[in-house]
């Protein structure tokens, strides 16, 4: 079999490709259409609380399917930044964006679930407010903006669109995100969930059809050991182990993931929470395989390709008409899937964590804020100039630094951190962050990551905190 490195994507695309790619769409937008259909029989449209409850949690009735559907769609994204690491470094992929997280994943359902759920909260900030007070909330609310900005999403979906359309990079990202704006405004995170549902089916089997065509024609292990640098098979991928390490306390950040949360809080109970993140990380463990595998398979056969687009330009001549088009469906399932969700999430922080109480619970503020950010997210695309990588590793490292210790202790010590001492660690954090981020460093210091100063100076900061007399009471 003949592939090339470089392809024009739409001249590969067979009429029963795009056939099947268009029927993939139909049914996601018809489940979205069912999810309003759903919601119109189940919910009192004229009862304004419940009515903003359906929007942000579905009214807190998320089934284990449902649950499982949304969580595993929502985490795959950036498909083309992961395969783009495994094409580059092999298995460290695996490791760094799978193994520290099914760590995180679990402790999450065996350690948070149950400590959460008193709290009857709507958000993450809403529960830190519950558990530290209002200025926690409204910092968090801060965190939250920036963690959940589709950036890195909207990067994917723009790249998504140059290789099949053609044009720049940015009117590809705005026309996406403009459309996901839309079916997002239109049914909330009902309409969220009902599409992640076909999306997570799309998905799954599209990546698990590219590694088994990936088998049969090219055979399996030995293949690659012989065909890709012994680099691709470290578990560091050539890199130090400090640099390895950082990815395991972004990973960690999942403990303050608002997206978590999210669903958790919508789900019909805790052990629906709790059996369906298990579950979802299994399901999580079976996609890296695929998606790892599949991208060192494209390394193998066509080493010269562009790493960013490697895998798809090497899964569209791999597989046969029809099923490229399913598969191509299943790869933009996973960059909307995701998209759709944090857009909703950062509109959700914008209209319930960052306004007055007294405007809450008002739809209109959340689409406004769901537009604002979607547009806010282009821009920040092009900030980041279009790499993936950099965006994770940038927002990852705020969120793990400065806000997962505040929030680990006070699961730990209940009622221990005052209101003032959460701010000023978490502000200590990003201080120390964005000092070492931006600072120059020579010799041993060089290879210490941002990181680490920014744990440093949180843990610093919860240290002496409580002995500061102005932060004992708030």
């Not at 949304?70 to 490791?95: C, D, M, P, Q, R």
């Not at 049969?216 to 691709?232: A, D, I, R, V």
């Amino acid at each position: 079999m003949s592939i090339k490195p470089q392809i024009e994507f739409a001249e590969v695309l067979t009429t029963l490709d795009w056939v099947v790619f268009l029927l993939v769409l139909v049914v996601t937008v018809a489940s979205v259409l069912y999810g309003q259909y759903k919601k119109s029989k189940e919910v009192n449209t004229e009862n304004e609380s419940e009515n903003f409850l359906d929007l942000l949690l579905m009214g807190r009735q998320l089934t284990l399917p449902l649950f499982i559907a949304t969580l595993v769609a929502t985490w795959y994204g950036g498909i083309f930044g992961v395969t783009k690491i495994a094409f580059e470094s092999g298995i460290y992929n695996f490791i760094t964006q799978g193994l520290f997280w099914y760590i995180a994943y679990i402790a999450f359902a065996l350690l948070i679930i149950n400590k959460i759920t008193p709290f009857k909260a709507v958000t993450l900030p809403d529960l830190i407010g519950k558990m530290f007070g209002p200025r926690s909330a409204f910092l968090s609310g801060i965190f939250n903006f920036f963690n959940v900005l589709p950036i890195a999403y909207t990067i994917s979906l723009g790249l998504f669109g140059q290789l099949l359309f053609g044009g720049e990079l940015w009117l590809n990202m705005l026309g996406g995100v403009l459309i996901v704006i839309g079916y997002s405004m239109m049914g909330g995170f009902r309409a969220v969930v009902f599409s992640d549902l076909i999306q997570f089916f799309v998905m799954c089997l599209g990546v698990l059809l590219i590694l088994v065509l990936s088998y049969t024609n090219f055979g399996g292990l030995s293949f690659l050991q012989e065909n890709l640098p012994k680099n691709h098979f470290s578990p560091t991928g050539g890199y130090p182990i400090s640099t390895t390490l950082v990815w395991g306390f972004i990973a960690l950040s999942t403990l303050v993931d608002p997206n978590f949360y999210q669903r958790c809080f919508a789900a019909k109970s805790p052990a629906v929470a709790k059996k369906g993140i298990l579950i979802s990380t299994f399901i999580w463990f079976c996609f890296d395989i695929c998606t790892t595998f599949g991208a060192m398979y494209a390394r193998a056969v066509i080493p010269e390709a562009e790493s960013q687009n490697a895998y798809l330009t090497y899964a569209l001549q791999i597989l046969p008409p029809g099923v490229r088009g399913f598969v191509l469906a299943g790869i933009l399932a996973t960059i909307l899937s995701t998209l759709d969700s944090y857009l909703f999430l950062a509109g959700t922080t914008v209209s319930y964590d960052l306004v007055p109480k007294k405007h809450r619970g008002k739809p209109i503020l959340h689409h406004i804020g769901v537009a604002s950010v979607g547009i806010i997210a282009v821009i920040m695309a092009l900030v980041f100039d279009g790499n993936i990588k950099t965006v994770w590793k940038t927002l990852g490292s705020y969120s793990a630094a400065c806000l997962l210790l505040p929030v680990l202790y006070g699961y730990a010590f209940p009622g221990k951190i005052k209101d003032k001492q959460f701010v000023f660690a978490c502000l200590f954090g990003v201080v120390g962050t964005t000092y070492w981020r931006n600072a120059t460093h020579s010799g041993f210091w060089a290879n210490i990551d941002e990181l680490y100063a920014g744990i440093l100076c949180t843990t610093f900061a919860l240290v002496i905190a409580p002995f500061i007399p102005q932060f004992k009471r708030d």
